[in-house]
């Protein structure tokens, strides 16, 4: 059997999806129709997917307006003030804090889910965000009258209701973004909350059996957004060993990017669990140039000296577009990476005798 390749996630949207989210903000397109573009958008999505061979689709996130705010999106009890994630060349992103409980998911993958299996002929991957990364939105003053405690009871129960909309919806595999696992180590070097964060996420993981956590993965990269990164002078090798204690049975993992990809392989090669897949990023969506089918067979090529191939898979470091409103990289461009990624990979597979 070939070498299973994988996008990560998001798609930048189309021009036409872009003006009628403007259009919407400002009032001029009512939600119906809002919605008809959103489902559209998500439909070329996979159509180009498949298209270029891909074994697995996603619906690109075309509807989130955020990889990771998708579930708060429409919730009264939250104001604009919250954690400020800062990136390399400047710029920021804010979260939402919380300022009352309850906490409740507004939106589950499943609705995304529904309409993506409309369209797709193929397995699905279904992305959701790592209740780590929503723990950021509790400030860090308290709540009267709710307790961190019982935010953090009520965010796993949330979280793990999301994941099964997607397993249960039909998902071949759900992808878990814990893009915040390696901006702690900036925000933290002592690994003290990166350690919280793990903690936090196998709190849900364990709520599932071998079985499903074998289908259930998790996804690192040094945030991307707007052509920059937030986290990327972290150090790999003090996030992997306890990345790798994540009770999941997928890790994909962000390489293509990375200066020292072969001392990056080491450590994985090292401290992979027994039994568990690895998906390497093979595809920089930061990198506007265009990846050829004969350097993604070479990275792969240089992971399988390392790795087990049996156990080796394909993947794009980050998503494109994890913001909605992020237009650094065309569609065009993000589509001729993934072909290369596919390409690439089969030239891989081919060579190697799988």
Known sequence: ?????????????????????????????????????????????????????SPVVTDGEQSKPSFVTYPLHGLPNLAPDGAIIPFADGHTRQLPRLTAGPFRYATTVGEYLRTARQFATVPIKQSVIAPSALSLIYPAEGIDGYPREQFLAD???????????????????VQLDFTEGRLSLALDPSGALLDSFIALNNRVLDRFTPAERGRIGIHTCPGGDQDSTHSLGVDYAQLLPRLFSLHAGRFYVQLASEAEPDRVLAVIAEHLPPEAAIFIGVIDPIDPTVETPEQIRDRVLAAARRLPVERLGTCDDCGFAPFGDDVSTSRDTAFAKIRARIQGTAAASETLGV
Not at 24 to 45: E, F
Not at 155 to 173: C, K, Q, V, Y
């Open 1 to 53: 059997m070939p070498l299973p390749t994988e996008p990560i996630g998001s798609i930048p949207r189309p021009a036409a999806l872009l003006d009628a989210i403007q259009g919407h903000t400002a009032g001029r397109i009512d939600d119906a129709t809002l919605a008809d573009h959103y489902v559209t958008a998500v439909k070329d999505t996979i159509a180009q997917l498949e298209s270029l061979g």
């Open 155 to 173: 965010l796993l129960d949330n979280a793990e209701a999301d994941i099964r909309a997607a397993l249960d919806g039909g998902a071949d595999s």
